[in-house]
Nanobody, 128 residues
Framework: QVQLVESGGGSVQAGGSLRLSCAASGFTYSRICIGWFRQTPGKEREGVAAIYTGGGSTYYADSVNGRFTLSQDNAKNTVSLQMNSLKPEDTAMYYC?????????????????????WGQGTQVTVSS
């Protein structure tokens, strides 16, 4: 069975850091794309970043580029999103998702339509 389990959300002050993790299991392919998305009330999910586990290539939306960093731990089948210099506008529910290959939009963000497996989300709140 395919499962994505997220953890690491919480509440921090602006300028602080959080590390989100996504544990993946049950996939047929060992090399997949793990994406991170975020969503606030009344808005559609926004692509944040993605990593291709086959080679470690990473992709970041312009809004987070330079502040967020993706990494993978193959032994634990886990992908982590290190979020530094957090801003209030980063406040959202964060979701990890999986697909075979990373498909990006014109602004380098992962595309929702490409991901068929999703976690349940973890809340990130950044206060001023």
């Amino acid at each position: 069975q395919v499962q994505l389990v997220e953890s690491g959300g919480g509440s921090v002050q602006a300028g602080g850091s959080l590390r989100l993790s996504c544990a993946a299991s049950g996939f047929t392919y060992s090399r997949i794309c793990i994406g991170w998305f975020r969503q606030t009330p009344g808005k559609e999910r926004e692509g944040v970043a993605a990593i291709y586990t086959g080679g470690g290539s990473t992709y970041y939306a312009d809004s987070v580029n330079g502040r967020f960093t993706l990494s993978q731990d193959n032994a634990k089948n886990t992908v982590s999103l290190q979020m530094n210099s957090l801003k209030p506008e980063d406040t959202a529910m964060y979701y990890c998702a999986a697909t075979r290959f990373c498909i990006l939009g014109t602004r380098r963000e992962p595309r929702r339509e490409s991901f068929g497996y999703w976690g349940q989300g973890t809340q990130v709140t950044v206060s001023s």
